[in-house]
């Protein structure tokens, strides 16, 4: 199964509304990493919290960290047209390399 | 500064043919990767460079696939034949050295195998 799971798989809401998507993963990490991609296009970094962090905040993105429970959350506040896209959480477990592992994705459209 | 160049961005090829992608990453990033994204699906890793070194291909269907990065900079991915389930995004990602958890992903190439 996945490592890097998240839930919901689609979210729709209205602007101004905040969306929080959710990631599960399976094994420790060394960091957890969250990436946007919008329709058609690459993928873009977003945020990135280490495994010794609880919380990190960066403009209207807030992201949590709970490794006893292998989890993480992604909250976007007073959500704009523009932040439809598709949200993965990606696992780092460290070692050489920074190899990255993807989940599903969360499908997140804003309704003008 | 250039973010990561591939080419091409599309591409329509039947069963049993070969195709070739191609990436320039970020000037100075030494580290340089290749995901595949089904439709649906998160990226997953095909294969990741050191320099001209293959660090991690594990993932890679190499029956088919082949990737290679001989001066340290460009690279080539390439599917010899192709098969139906090999749709999908191909994307390209770059790290610097200095830099050890950010990467910095292509506009991906997209291809279709009919």
């Known amino acids: 199964s996945q490592q890097g799971e998240e839930d919901p798989q689609a979210l729709s809401i209205q602007e101004g509304e905040n969306a929080t998507m959710n990631c599960s993963y399976k094994t420790s990490i060394n960091n957890l990493q969250w990436y946007r991609q919008n329709s058609g296009r690459g993928l873009v970094h977003l945020i990135l919290i280490r495994s010794n962090e609880r919380e990190k905040h960066s403009g209207r993105l807030r992201v949590t960290l709970d490794t006893s429970k292998k989890s993480s959350s992604l909250l976007i506040t007073a959500s704009r047209a523009a932040d439809t896209a598709s949200y993965f959480c990606?696992?780092?477990?460290?070692?050489?390399?920074?190899?990255?592992?993807f989940g599903e994705g969360t499908q997140l459209t804003v309704n003008p | 500064e250039a973010g990561v160049a591939q080419s091409p961005r599309y591409k329509i090829i039947e069963k049993r043919q070969s195709v070739a992608f191609w990436c320039n990453p970020i000037s100075g990033h030494a580290t340089l990767y290749w995901y595949q994204q089904i439709l649906g699906q998160g990226p997953k890793l095909l294969i990741q460079?050191?320099?001209?070194?293959?660090?991690?291909d594990s993932q890679l269907p190499k029956d088919r696939f082949s990737a290679e990065r001989l001066k340290g900079v460009d690279s080539t991915l390439k599917i010899q034949p192709a098969k139906l389930e090999d749709s999908a995004v191909y994307l390209c990602?770059?790290?610097?050295?200095?830099?050890?958890?950010?990467?910095?992903f292509g506009p991906g190439t997209r291809l279709l195998v009919l």
């Open positions: 990602a770059s790290r610097h050295q200095t830099d050890q958890e950010t990467q910095y």
């Open positions: 990606a696992t780092d477990a460290g070692g050489s390399g920074s190899r990255l592992t």
């Open positions: 460079f050191q320099n001209n070194g293959v660090v991690d």
